[in-house]
């Protein structure tokens, strides 16, 4: 069966829980972001993602952190990032951080780089929001050098210049992680991803299908382009958020004062047109997982479907629900995405597989 990858991630909001007020402490999100991750390894998904804020009411300001301490409690889960801010973070520390992340969770690490959706994050780490798109551009392209250069000169227009330098650890095998660029709205990065043959990760919890359809549509024409493969061989991941209960209107009730609050969405569309209009599915396991093949009609064969199921303010115990839940119906979805899978498309990239190609094992990837 070909290698869909399906997971999770996170984007770490302390959210009060609208049916009792109750405000989990930032120790007790941590804690429970870490037992989240164990149980989407326990019930066999392929990956564990959290995001990079440095702003309440966030707490994951430290994501290689969180997910090296994952790495020690888990043996095959990918430990990825939702986002790694390519923009207001170091490239040098980026390169460092994950290849250290690599190594320490032999090799199930790679990671999603974006711009994050935080104005006042630029300011604080010296930045202007003005250049972001310029910002992710030659950050990332002095991240790409620094892994695949062991002596690097630099020099570009946002950080200090660099001479004989070699970012340390290497990664391992030689081999660095496989990156993913990560946007909702913005077609330079969708152009980014398509240059170096990288992943391209559409996050498709806010925008109507047809938008997200347009923007990996761009990336693979431009994958193409530039010479990587066919279109239908780009390397395409989607986000998308669920609340299940094993009957759809107890999905419902249950799910909407969190959907009315929840720190993003909350005051604004109704839940019926927030779902109609976006992947938000609301109601039992046969729905979500109709509702999740059916993604591949607009944007073809893709390698990577992550869900957002723990966030505006939902306690843990519900969380752990959804995922059992979820673990139910894994079977189906793998056995949905392989069905009718193009010959040409490739799996989802791993490690190993990556590792394989460097070494001529194998082909492209």
């Given at each position: 069966?070909?290698?869909?990858?399906?997971?999770?991630?996170?984007?770490?909001?302390?959210?009060?829980?609208?049916?009792?007020?109750?405000?989990?402490?930032?120790?007790?999100?941590?804690?429970?972001?870490?037992?989240?991750?164990?149980?989407?390894?326990?019930?066999?998904?392929?990956?564990?993602?959290?995001?990079?804020?440095?702003?309440?009411?966030?707490v994951a300001s430290a994501p290689?952190?969180?997910?090296?301490?994952?790495?020690?409690?888990?043996?095959?889960?990918?430990?990825?990032?939702?986002?790694?801010?390519?923009?207001?973070?170091?490239?040098?520390?980026?390169?460092?951080?994950?290849?250290?992340?690599?190594?320490?969770?032999?090799?199930?690490?790679?990671?999603?780089?974006?711009?994050?959706?935080?104005?006042?994050?630029?300011?604080?780490?010296?930045?202007?929001?003005r250049e972001g798109i310029a910002?992710?551009?030659?950050?990332?392209?002095?991240?790409?050098?620094?892994?695949?250069?062991?002596?690097?000169?630099?020099?570009?227009?946002?950080?200090?210049?660099?001479?004989?330098?070699?970012?340390?650890?290497?990664?391992?095998?030689?081999?660095?992680?496989?990156?993913?660029?990560?946007?909702?709205?913005?077609?330079?990065?969708?152009?980014?991803?398509?240059?170096?043959?990288?992943?391209?990760?559409?996050?498709?919890?806010?925008?109507?299908?047809?938008?997200?359809?347009?923007?990996?549509?761009?990336?693979?024409?431009?994958?193409?382009?530039?010479?990587?493969?066919?279109?239908?061989?780009?390397?395409?991941?989607?986000?998308?958020?669920?609340?299940?209960?094993?009957?759809?209107?107890?999905?419902?009730?249950?799910?909407r004062p969190y959907f009315d609050?929840?720190?993003?969405?909350?005051?604004?569309?109704?839940?019926?047109?927030?779902?109609?209009?976006?992947?938000?599915?609301?109601?039992?396991?046969?729905?979500?997982?109709?509702?999740?093949?059916?993604?591949?009609?607009?944007?073809?064969?893709?390698?990577?479907?992550?869900?957002?199921?723990?966030?505006?303010?939902?306690?843990?115990?519900?969380?752990?629900?959804?995922?059992?839940?979820?673990?139910?119906?894994?079977?189906?979805?793998?056995?949905?995405?392989?069905?009718?899978?193009?010959?040409?498309?490739?799996?989802?990239?791993?490690?190993?597989?990556?590792?394989?190609?460097?070494?001529?094992?194998?082909?492209?990837?």
């Amino acid at each position: 069966m070909s290698q869909m990858q399906l997971g999770i991630f996170s984007v770490s909001d302390v959210t009060p829980d609208p049916t009792t007020g109750r405000t989990p402490t930032e120790h007790e999100r941590l804690k429970a972001t870490v037992a989240i991750a164990q149980k989407a390894e326990e019930i066999g998904l392929d990956v564990f993602a959290w995001g990079q804020h440095h702003n309440p009411p966030f707490v994951a300001s430290a994501p290689t952190t969180m997910l090296a301490h994952v790495a020690a409690l888990t043996e095959r889960i990918i430990l990825s990032t939702s986002t790694t801010l390519i923009t207001t973070t170091d490239p040098v520390r980026i390169a460092e951080d994950y290849a250290t992340l690599q190594h320490l969770s032999d090799g199930r690490t790679d990671l999603m780089l974006g711009r994050g959706n935080t104005g006042p994050v630029y300011p604080w780490f010296g930045k202007d929001i003005r250049e972001g798109i310029a910002l992710a551009v030659e950050n990332y392209h002095l991240l790409h050098r620094l892994w695949r250069e062991d002596v690097v000169d630099w020099e570009g227009r946002f950080r200090t210049p660099l001479q004989g330098f070699t970012s340390t650890p290497r990664p391992l095998d030689g081999v660095p992680p496989f990156v993913w660029h990560g946007s909702i709205r913005s077609p330079e990065i969708a152009e980014q991803a398509a240059y170096y043959g990288d992943g391209f990760f559409s996050n498709h919890i806010f925008w109507p299908a047809s938008h997200t359809q347009r923007m990996v549509q761009l990336y693979r024409r431009r994958f193409a382009h530039y010479g990587h493969g066919t279109p239908e061989q780009a390397i395409v991941g989607l986000g998308g958020q669920f609340f299940m209960r094993r009957n759809s209107q107890d999905a419902v009730r249950e799910f909407r004062p969190y959907f009315d609050n929840a720190p993003v969405y909350g005051h604004g569309p109704s839940l019926e047109e927030f779902t109609e209009q976006t992947p938000l599915t609301v109601g039992s396991p046969q729905q979500v997982l109709e509702r999740t093949l059916g993604f591949r009609e607009y944007v073809g064969d893709y390698q990577r479907q992550l869900f957002l199921v723990d966030h505006a303010g939902l306690p843990l115990t519900t969380v752990l629900e959804q995922l059992d839940l979820l673990g139910e119906i894994l079977p189906d979805l793998r056995a949905g995405f392989a069905e009718g899978r193009g010959a040409d498309v490739p799996d989802a990239p791993t490690h190993a597989s990556l590792v394989a190609a460097d070494q001529g094992l194998v082909g492209a990837r």
